[in-house]
């Protein structure tokens, strides 16, 4: 059985930081890779980060470059996402996803990946 469990969304300050964590089981983690994406009421869910299976690669949207750091450990099942100097338009559900096995398109776009978390929400206010 599938299970992706994302953790560690807040109420925070623009400017502070935020660590998510998800937590997976049931497949063979060290065979995928992840990405973490986000989306707010109206809007469509948009990429955030990947990662490659092996650890060697990271992708970013430009909007989060600079700010959000992805990664992995393979021994724990777990994807993290670092979130630093974060801004009320980081505000949303956040949710980490497994890539497919095999692919056909780009690492951010969102028909690679075949399982989702539950999301955790991120508030981004003063």
């Known amino acids: 059985q599938v299970q992706m469990v994302e953790s560690g969304g807040g109420l925070v300050r623009p400017g502070d930081s935020l660590s998510l964590s998800c937590a997976t089981s049931?497949?063979?983690?060290?065979?995928?890779?992840m990405g973490w994406f986000r989306q707010t009421p109206g809007k469509a869910r948009e990429f955030v980060a990947a990662i490659t299976k092996n650890e060697i690669y990271t992708y970013y949207s430009d909007s989060v470059k600079g700010r959000f750091t992805i990664s992995r450990d393979n021994a724990k099942s777990t994807v993290y996402l670092q979130m630093n100097n974060l801004r009320p338009e980081d505000t949303a559900i956040y949710y980490c996803a497994r890539r497919k096995r095999y692919n056909s398109s780009p690492i951010s776009e969102i028909q690679e990946y075949d399982s989702w978390g539950q999301g955790t929400q991120v508030t981004v206010s003063s």
């Open positions: 049931g497949w063979p983690f060290d065979r995928h890779d």
